[in-house]
């Protein structure tokens, strides 16, 4: 587990208050599972991926619903976002979009159109 990325422990203790507290049973250590979640998104893996490291990819993949739904990580980037001040410039990434296996075949069946003949046709 050494070699595999992990959050230091000094940011990981400014987002601590961001997390529900814990109730019951003592949690997995919150540390490793947002250092998973991350290596996973980061890399665009499927959670059954990700490195047996980071525990369990069931206890990553339910950590990250449960807090997306609590809205946790909504609550953090709003924190970062808004120390970080007005940025000069935006920009988007768009190179990671997905198509589904069976969009490749709309185009033999005539269904989409493709370049000028779709901008003719409008």
Known sequence: MSDLPMLPVSKMRALRPYFPKTRGLKRVDDRRVLSGIVYVIRHGLQWKDAPSGYGPHKTLYNRFIRWSR????????????GNAGVPEELMIDSTHLKAHRTA???????????????????
Do not use: C, M, Y
């Open 104 to 122: 490749a075949s709309l185009l033999k069946k005539g269904v989409l159109r493709v370049g000028s003949d779709a901008q003719e046709a409008a």
């Open 70 to 81: 609590l809205g946790v990580f909504a609550r953090i980037f709003s924190v970062l976002t």
